[in-house]
Structure formats: C-alpha cells, structure tokens
T-cell receptor, first 112, second 113 residues
C-alpha cells in the first residue's frame, strides 16, 4: 500500500529552468493538495484539487501551475524557477473533510 | 478566514516531564482540528483528530471552543517524542475552505535525557 508517492525526492534547478513535480495516490481519495514547507513558516498551501476536474489556488500560487490529470495524479509545475522557490514540497490527499491528510515524503528543491 | 497560531517555535523539556504544545485557532464556524507530527526529515503523520477523541502515543488534545484552543498534552515526555508538531484546522463541510487544512507554523519539541 504505497499511499502518496512523490517524485523526484531531490532536485537542483538553475534560475529560469522549468520542472514538474509528480504526485500520485492509490487510496481513491477525492482531494489532493500541494504545500511548501519553509523554516519558521509552517506549511503553506500552493494549490489544491477538491475533486477530479477541479483545481483552486491556495495561499501562495504565484509561480506555479497544477494539473489534476486523473483521480490519482496531481502534478505541480514551476515554469521559470526562482531562488525564492527553494523549499520542501509536500503533496497530500484526503478522502473527506472529516479525515486528515495523508502526506507524501516530500521533494526537496533547490533553485540556484 | 481561518488561522492557526502556535505561539512557541521551540519547546524543550526533560524526559519524564509533562509537555504541552499550544495551539489557538480563529474560525467563525465549527472547525475540525488535527495535530500532525514530523520526525526529522520525514513526511508528516497524523497524530490526532479532535473528532475521534483518541490518545496516540500518550498524547491527548481537547478542543476548547470558548478559548478557541486545541493544546496537545502528554504527561510524561519521552526522548522519541522529539519532533516538529503542527496544529491544523479544516473548515466546515460544504464550504470551499472546508476541503483544505490550514497549518500553524509548528513547534519543535526537544526532549532531553
């Protein structure tokens, strides 16, 4: 039972490069989320998808785009990476609002 | 708007001592509250949901709507409890905000031998 799988685990980008972070869950959850984690700032929501076919902005969406490819997969794209996007990115999913999230293991991204 | 505040960024106690991690929230309706734990460089794991009123690893948390608090407590801390703890809030079902969690900034707990 894999839960939430994120790839890659680590990535170094140069300023201006683009990349896509992948996330897949095998729990048939409806909702999926992308957060970034920065020291002293907790987790901040970037984008989320309440159900297949819908996506919405969170607190810090600038510089990112998302795609809910199907019920299982929710990808996060950085079109032109900036040093301010250096962070740890977590994907999460949840079945219903009564339950907590299941998190992936994170992607540690460094933009130089 | 929903907001979660964890006033202590760092908390240090000795093994066997009681520990309380504070969490205050701001939300106009009836929130769902959670505690998550993150051990060093690992994924976040759900520790407690207020709705289930359970005790995990000796930790408990009581929702106090009057004080808008959801403090996490353990009577006797262990060294393996050292971790980052996040309090999180979800709004009411049916609201747009109800499908997402808002996290506090986290409290780094260190339990010294």
């Amino acid at each position: 039972n894999a839960g939430v799988t994120q790839t890659p685990k680590f990535q170094v980008l140069k300023t201006g490069q683009s990349m896509t972070l992948q996330c897949a869950q095998d729990m048939n959850h409806n909702s999926m989320y992308w957060y970034r984690q920065d020291p002293g700032m907790g987790l901040r929501l970037i984008y989320y998808s309440a159900s297949e076919g819908t996506t919405d902005k969170g607190e810090v969406p600038n510089g990112y785009n998302v795609s809910r490819l199907n019920k299982r997969e929710f990808s996060l794209r950085l079109e032109s990476a900036a040093p301010s996007q250096t962070s740890v990115y977590f994907c999460a999913s949840r079945a219903t609002p009564y339950y907590g999230y299941t998190f992936g293991s994170g992607t540690r991204l460094t933009v130089v | 708007a929903q907001r979660v505040t964890q006033p202590e960024k760092l908390l240090s106690v000795f093994k066997g001592a009681p520990v309380e991690l504070k969490c205050n929230y701001s939300y106009s309706g009836s929130p769902e509250l959670f505690w998550y734990v993150q051990y060093s460089r690992q994924r976040l794991q759900l520790l407690l949901r207020h709705i289930s009123r359970e005790s995990i690893k000796g930790f408990t948390a009581d929702l106090n709507k009057g004080e808008t608090s959801f403090h996490l407590k353990k009577p006797f801390a262990q060294e393996e409890d050292s971790a980052m703890y996040y309090c999180a809030l979800s709004g009411q079902i049916g609201e747009t905000s109800g499908s997402r969690l808002t996290f506090g900034e986290g409290t780094q707990l260190t339990v010294n031998p």
